[in-house]
């Protein structure tokens, strides 16, 4: 789990070769957890969180 920045106490990370999902990171306070809010980086540039 490679660790992009700590912001605040929030770490921004990602997770490599996750399946056929869009570009994504993980945001979560503290540590990674399953419960991690998932924001998908688009193509055009704009940023979506996954539900």
């Not at 490599?16 to 306070?29: F, G, L, T």
């Amino acid at each position: 789990m490679p660790g992009l920045y700590r912001i605040r106490g929030f770490l921004v990370y990602f997770w490599a070769n996750e399946s056929n999902e869009p570009i994504h990171v993980h945001v979560a306070k503290g540590k990674p957890s399953p419960s991690s809010a998932k924001f998908w980086i688009l193509q055009d540039g704009t940023v979506r969180i996954a539900k």
